[in-house]
């Protein structure tokens, strides 16, 4: 089995519950929605080349051909986990459950907990690697920023994940409007309310602007009134400088 990848490399998590911990970074090709702000060129078959890091945390990249086996990604994880220890393994994008078989196939030969960065909505192919998937970061996508609401998609992947260690970002911009906040808290009300939850204040791109200090606090206020554990935390990953 063969994929074709973006890049491979190691850096710190920049957002949500795992904020600051070492992981490798598998970033795979292709998304099923439109963020308005997404900052990521993961058009499929546009990489006939995959980035990968030479050293953990060196910044150097080897340009290597793809598509990429599963052997061959899982090699490259293992051997940037063996230079410097990682919490875990991220598969980012794009969307990474467009590859589950793929992620199924690497797990196999790697060695340390699987960590999916996803869009929440493909439930179904959450499902197939349920049983290899150690950590699951969800957004909650809104229909201010998708030309189509994922509702009931979010709901049906919430009762698959929350059988593991799920937490749930939901990015908070300027053009955020109270009537999806509230209905995005009530359907987390309803379905995993121990889940911890993430207001992630917009990094401006794409056209969209920062919500105010003001908008935060006032988003928290009513998170809270529904859910047990609500936290304010940006990309901070960009705030330092880190990829």
Request: glycine fraction near 4%; charge should be negative.
């Amino acid at each position: 089995m063969k994929e074709n990848l973006i890049e491979i490399f190691s850096s710190i998590q920049g957002e949500g519950k795992y904020v600051g911990c070492r992981q490798v970074f598998v970033r795979l090709e292709g998304c099923n929605l439109d963020c308005s702000y997404c900052d990521t060129e993961n058009a499929p078959g546009s990489h006939p080349q995959c980035e990968v890091e030479t050293y953990a945390g060196s910044r150097e990249f080897a340009k290597l051909p793809n598509p990429r086996s599963a052997e061959q990604v899982a090699m490259e994880i293992n051997r940037l986990c063996q230079e410097v220890p990682h919490q875990a393994v991220s598969f980012t994008g794009g969307e990474p459950l467009l590859h589950a078989d793929f992620i199924r196939e690497v797990a196999k030969e790697v060695e340390v907990p699987v960590f999916l960065e996803t869009n929440g909505t493909l439930y179904k192919q959450l499902e197939s690697i349920i049983d290899i998937t150690d950590i699951i970061s969800m957004d909650i996508k809104l229909p201010s920023i998708v030309s189509q609401p994922q509702w009931e998609a979010h709901r049906k992947f919430i009762e698959v994940a929350k059988e593991k260690d799920l937490y749930i970002k939901l990015v908070v911009a300027d053009e955020t409007t109270e009537e999806e906040f509230r209905k995005a808290i009530d359907l987390v009300a309803e379905t995993a309310p121990e889940t911890l939850f993430i207001i992630q204040p917009v990094t401006p791109y794409g056209g969209c602007k920062a919500a105010s200090p003001e908008k935060i606090l006032i988003c928290q206020n009513y998170a809270l009134t529904k859910l047990k554990d609500v936290r304010v935390i940006p990309q901070t990953h960009k705030m330092i400088g880190q990829i």
